[in-house]
């Protein structure tokens, strides 16, 4: 079964400093995978996705996440974190073989420091 | 933009009544989903459904829990008689198509709470 770990609950960060979010996928073929975002009383939505074409993937927001098959990693970078970015952000995996389910990860809590 | 919308935000309920929770899909997609999250806990997949009937469904749902689309609009779950571990937030889902690939939209979810 697909499944993937985000590494870290939580991660604060200051305005205009990098955005480093972990995600590791278990896997013994390349799945597809996906970072979404969800703020405060809204719902999850669509960051970026990786679907084996381009490693690093550019998303909204000014988001990218860089696919390493030697790593088994599927991390999301942005380069200068905006108050805006302070949310929950999952990573989500799903088999290539055609389930239709999304496995998250345990999502990662980002605060913006002034 | 279309978004998925779900009904009601919040729901408290006691042990072992009925409840069900409402989604709209958004309008032009075929495959539906709901997932929960525990607080605490990750995000689970509870169930799949394309052409009115159910695709796959995970061990957490069980015959305390059914799905239906009523009506071409709405995608409902039910659960039949609630226990207090069913308390999570619930998320709908839609796409346009089951492809493992493709971007499943998801509602704001309601907070089920079971006293």
């Known amino acids: 079964a697909q499944s993937v770990t985000q590494l870290g609950s939580h991660v604060s960060v200051s305005e205009g400093a990098l955005v480093l979010l972990r995600c590791n996928y278990s896997s013994s073929v390349p799945p597809y995978l996906f970072w979404y975002v969800q703020y405060p009383n809204q719902g999850l939505q669509l960051l970026l996705k990786y679907t084996s074409a381009a490693t690093l993937v550019k998303g909204i927001n000014g988001f990218e996440a860089e696919f390493k098959k030697s790593e088994t990693s599927f991390h999301l970078t942005k380069p200068s974190a905006h108050m805006r970015d302070a949310a929950e952000y999952f990573c989500?995996?799903?088999?290539?073989?055609?389930?239709?389910?999304?496995?998250f990860g345990a999502g990662t809590t980002v605060t913006v420091r002034a | 933009e279309p978004e998925v919308t779900q009904t009601p935000s919040h729901q408290v309920t006691q042990m072992g009544q009925e409840v069900i929770l409402r989604c709209v899909p958004i309008?032009?997609?075929?495959?539906f989903y709901w997932y929960r999250q525990i607080l605490g806990q990750k995000v689970e997949f509870l169930v799949s459904?394309?052409?009115?009937?159910?695709?796959?469904k995970s061990e957490i749902f069980d015959d305390q829990f059914s799905v239906e689309r009523p009506d071409g609009s709405n995608f409902t779950l039910k659960i039949r008689s609630t226990k207090l571990e069913d308390s999570a937030m619930y998320f709908c889902?839609?796409?346009?198509?089951?492809?493992?690939?493709?971007?499943?939209?998801f509602g704001p979810g309601t907070r089920l709470t079971v006293l």
């Open positions: 459904f394309y052409n009115n009937e159910i695709s796959e």
């Open positions: 309008s032009n997609h075929l495959y």
């Open positions: 989500a995996v799903s088999d290539p073989g055609g389930d239709y389910k999304l496995s």
């Open positions: 889902a839609s796409s346009e198509s089951g492809l493992p690939y493709n971007e499943q939209f």
